[in-house]
């Protein structure tokens, strides 16, 4: 069982940044695949950003790519997003998701997610 709680979450304007943590529980937290992942209102949750295992190999959405970097430490059970020059359209909630076997791009497949955190960008 994996317990994960975000944080870092909050307003900014377009163009600044945030930084969101996730902490997890449980001591083979370098055994999972940790993802982000963002739903706004009225749309579907969709990927932002993976890092996988202990060997940390990182795929981004096309929307975030060059702007959000994913990274993780492994020695405090904690995965980061950095968000940069963000934007209205970055405007959801993010969650983290976490998965022994899967690291890919689809939600569903995800076992374990956090309670969310918003983040929202004026213009």
């Known amino acids: 069982q994996v317990q994960l709680v975000e944080s870092g979450g909050g307003l900014v304007q377009a163009g600044g940044s945030l930084r969101l943590s996730c902490a997890a529980s449980?001591?083979?937290?370098?055994?999972?695949?940790m993802a982000w992942f963002r739903q706004a209102p009225g749309k579907e949750r969709e990927f932002v950003a993976i890092i996988r295992w202990s060997g940390g190999r990182v795929y981004y959405a096309d929307s975030v790519k060059g702007r959000f970097t994913i990274s993780r430490d492994n020695a405090k059970n904690t995965v980061y997003l950095h968000m940069n020059s963000l934007k209205p359209e970055d405007t959801a909630v993010y969650y983290c998701?976490?998965?022994?076997?899967?690291?890919?791009?689809?939600?569903?497949?995800?076992?374990?997610w956090g309670q969310g955190t918003q983040v929202t960008v004026s213009s």
């Open positions: 998701a976490a998965d022994k076997y899967y690291s890919g791009s689809s939600w569903t497949e995800y076992d374990y």
């Open positions: 449980g001591r083979t937290f370098s055994m999972y695949a």
